[in-house]
């Protein structure tokens, strides 16, 4: 009687304790993905200097996230992924917005110094051209000069793609197909990073915290789906995306170690259009 009653109480204790480690896993899964952006968005802020990040990682993970939530629209899917893609996107038009200011201020420096240049008869440094979404000029595709024009450009893609989405719910393969670009698109997420530190040849201005969290994140993200029985596109994409982050660790430890000599013709577009 007595080996009974402590049995049931301790059946009491390991019930909680098993919610409280879903709830914790539930949260690091939403919140989880912004960390790494956390110690980038301040070294972007204290340097003033964005050069070294690619703002194509916030377009990808932009569309990647869009697309996940039209997704569950169709085949619904674990409650913490939804509510990461819906963080995911807010923190994504932060980094952005920051980006966007530093670059402008920055061009607004380079505008004053060339003044100054051509006050003083020096040669005149060439000032980049503010640049608009409604200018639909692809060469500047997602170079623009001010923050709600990207904001533009998502409002776009989401009404776009959240109608044809609205038209297509019956076909099975319509929506199997937007989950597989969903997180097909996510797990090139560090694409831009690999090919931004492959032109500067140097991974300077990147935060290496961002990329180790990227890592480890992605690998808790995948073992998360498989556990979880996620969408079988969910887990490959997430084998896919780890193998792109250990790859930007190779290139950290390649450029470290063995430095190279930048590429000649990415010197200087960078801060003109500020990848």
Known sequence: MTFRMEADGLEWLFIPLHQIVSWGASGAMVFGG?????????DIKRTQNAEGFSTY??????????LRILFWFGRHFESPLLWQSIVMIFT???MLKLCTEVRVTNELNLKRRSFAAADSK???????????????????????SKFTDYVQCVLTFTGV????????LDSALFVETLGFLAVFTEAMLGVPQLYRNYQNRSTEGMSIKMVLMWTSGDTFKTVYFILNQAPFQFSICGL??????MAIL????LYTYYPQKPASHAAHPVSAKAL
């Not at 912004?34 to 301040?42: C, E, F, H, K, M």
């Not at 990682?57 to 869009?66: R, Y």
């Not at 793609?161 to 297509?168: F, Q």
């Open 34 to 42: 912004v960390v790494p952006y956390i110690p980038q968005y301040r």
């Open 57 to 66: 990682v916030c377009l990808v993970l932009l569309v990647a996230n869009i």
């Open 92 to 94: 994504m038009l932060l």
């Open 122 to 144: 020096d040669e005149e440094i060439k000032v980049p051209p503010r640049r608009s979404y409604l200018d639909f000029d692809l060469h500047y595709f997602w170079h623009w």
């Open 161 to 168: 793609t959240g109608y044809i989405t609205y038209l297509s």
């Open 240 to 245: 896919l995306q780890v193998l792109v982050d």
């Open 250 to 253: 190779l290139q950290v430890y």
